[in-house]
RNA sequence: GCGGCUGUAGCUCAGCGGAUUAGAGCAUCGGUCUUCGGAACCGAGGGUCGGGGGUUCGAAUCCCUCCAGCCGCACCA
């Protein structure tokens, strides 16, 4: 089923096409009528004739019969009203539909999404905070459009630190090494290693010798090496649990499993002509990318060493999701940092062709997480805060905040309670800001249960899941639409629009505006149950605001899924 | 130096190919209802949309320029 904005949007393309071919409208949800759409003025100075005229032409040509009222409103555009009759046609329809008027996508798209990527033997901090929720949440949502989602958790397991961490690995004995590991202290294990390096030159050497000896295949280093990465990525396994996050285990296809493709990467480089030596590293310089002199930027493929850097290892993974996954599409949920990077790596792909035209791939870049001194979240002892420290903090104050309003609960059911009120506030706060835009990780503004947080919304649901428990057993089916309150149509509106925020935060990959839709959809709930008691109503009237309350219970709970919120029935 | 991102109400932020009076949450003030869970609803005050130019009938939005903050700019990923 199209969209009713769909629906719009296609008929008045008609009637523009109609009076000159090629034009396009541009349609918008507005304050003043139900939509408004925009164009009559370029339409009307690329024929020559006045603005108002070809308003009129367009009111006159649409053909919206039985849809929707049209009429002129300013020099460049109209103003579009849905019929009653066509609004409450729609709405019947939703009751009977399981995803509220979502159309699947046909036929599916593989949609491969980088994200997470924490490194081994080390602590995962607010950092992968953002990459991990965000990805977390573009994941579900192309999942609920019915795209094919691959999750890759490019998890950082090679490289020269494993020299210094595998030695530390031994000298501590492989059972206190895994012991501090599987009780998630990856701090102490990574700052031993690193204190060791940086204290004596023999533990040094023997790193040295060890990243030689892991990357010749040496089976002894080889296995202390994956006991590293096993125990890490069962640690990371615990805090995508408790952050309520889909990636297994399966998804992590860590930077060694690209190992065998480097040589093929570099080789192919060089046989398309694209490899030039650079001070003795194997470079491709893409066009349009400039150094600190002015000079072309290289990307650099193979070091003067010999060794290959990460950018070898980023066009050895796009490659396999394209050639291998069959990707439609790539999303690199990374930091901003990495612009500039993966811009490159982007251009070298696409030069090589390795990257079709026809796949969509975007850096989904986010900004950071300050503190409230509004610099880098750090400890006072200056390191990196750990995500579960945040993680459990924010569940203590949901907890507490529980009991202060009186929750009347067991406490294991308060407590697992109080879990999803601090994923939602934490992952809310997250989402709920424009991606680029750095924020401020603030536990009392993120759980507070009023204005735009995750636990309002939850509560929203909670609240209007109430009524309809007390409703009872009732047959929503044949209910009517009449919206003869302004705040019932304005909802109505609302649940309307779910189709079109889903897709329009999918082609942005902003999970933003999706949150932006649940406070509003919110917003609008509140203010109909304010001016329509719905208990209290009889007959058709009671019927229409039951089934009203259910279709946004049902939307808010479907919604918060694609954040990856949780929404319970009682709070 | 070059490039990128950010700058909107006291605070935190929306504003998605230009469009009617720039919106929301928090905070402040006032009001409503003998509360279908008040974690409510309605309203008010509060804005040189960082500054300045330009394009346009019309600019927070597009272009240029300047300012401020952050980030990146060859072998660590």
């Not at 509220?100 to 980088?114: C, F, H, K, S």
């Not at 599409?329 to 500039?340: D, I, R």
């Not at 609960?409 to 994923?423: I, Y």
């Amino acid at each position: 089923m199209a969209s009713a904005y769909e629906l719009l949007a296609e008929r008045l393309r008609d009637s523009f096409d109609r009076l000159a071919p090629g034009a396009d409208p541009v349609l918008r949800p507005s304050e003043h009528a139900d939509f408004q759409a925009n164009g009559a003025m370029a339409l009307a100075k690329a024929l020559g004739r006045s603005a108002r005229e070809v308003a009129l032409e367009i009111v006159a040509t649409v053909d919206l019969e039985g849809v929707a009222r049209v009429e002129v409103a300013g020099p460049g555009f109209v103003n579009i009203t849905l019929d009653a009759d066509f609004l409450s046609q729609r709405l019947s329809a939703l009751l009977l539909d399981d995803r509220l008027g979502l159309a699947v996508v046909t036929p599916p798209r593989t949609v491969v999404i980088d994200y997470s990527a924490p490194n081994v033997a080390k602590e995962m901090h607010v950092g992968h905070l953002r990459s991990t929720v965000i990805g977390d949440s573009l994941a579900r949502l192309e999942r609920l459009v019915g795209n094919r989602v691959v999750a890759r958790n490019h998890v950082g397991d090679w490289g020269t630190p494993f020299g210094m961490l595998i030695e530390h690995l031994l000298d501590l004995g492989e059972d206190r090494a895994i012991a501090e590991l599987s009780i998630g202290d990856l701090n102490a294990f990574y700052q031993g290693a690193r204190a060791a390096f940086d204290a004596d030159e023999g533990f040094r050497e023997r790193s040295r010798a060890r990243v030689v000896a892991l990357q010749s295949g040496d089976a002894e280093t080889r296995r202390l090496w994956r006991i590293l990465v096993e125990q890490s990525v069962a640690y990371f396994s615990e805090v995508y649990a408790k952050l309520d996050v889909t990636l297994t285990p399966e998804d992590v296809v860590g930077e060694s499993s690209y190992n065998d493709a480097l040589e093929g990467v570099v080789a192919d480089l060089e046989a398309l002509g694209l490899l030039v030596e650079s001070d003795g590293a194997q470079c491709v310089f893409p066009p349009g990318f400039i150094n600190r002199d002015g000079e072309p930027l290289p990307l650099i493929v193979r070091k003067r060493d010999e060794g290959f850097g990460y950018a070898a290892t980023d066009l050895a993974a796009l490659r396999d999701r394209v050639e291998h996954l069959g990707a439609d599409e790539l999303l690199y949920v990374v930091g901003a940092p990495q612009v500039q990077h993966l811009a490159m790596v982007f251009a070298v792909a696409r030069e090589a062709g390795w990257l079709p035209d026809s796949v969509r791939c975007e850096h989904v870049a986010f900004g950071n997480v300050l503190g409230p001194d509004r610099k880098m979240l750090k400890t006072r002892s200056g390191e990196s805060v750990k995500l579960v420290s945040l993680l459990d903090e924010a569940i203590e104050r949901a907890d507490a905040a529980l009991i202060e309003r009186g929750a009347d609960l067991e406490t294991a059911a308060r407590r697992e309670l109080a879990a999803h009120v601090a994923r939602a506030a934490v992952k809310y706060a997250d989402l709920a800001t424009e991606r680029v835009r750095d924020y401020v990780f603030d536990l009392d503004r993120m759980l507070a249960f009023e204005g735009d947080t995750g636990p309002y919304l939850q509560y929203a649901h909670a609240r209007v899941r109430s009524i309809l428990r007390r409703a009872g057993e009732v047959d929503l089916a044949t209910a009517t639409f009449a919206l003869e309150d302004l705040s019932a149509r304005d909802l109505a509106m609302g649940l309307l629009a779910w189709p079109d925020v889903v897709a329009s935060t999918l082609e942005a990959a902003a999970p933003h505006r999706l949150c932006a839709y649940l406070l509003d959809l919110a917003q609008r709930l509140s203010a109909f149950y304010d001016a329509c008691p719905v208990l209290k109503a009889q007959g058709p009237v009671r019927l229409e605001r039951l089934a009203l309350c259910d279709l946004t219970a049902r939307t808010l709970r479907l919604g918060l899924s694609g954040l990856g919120i949780e929404a319970p029935e009682r709070m």
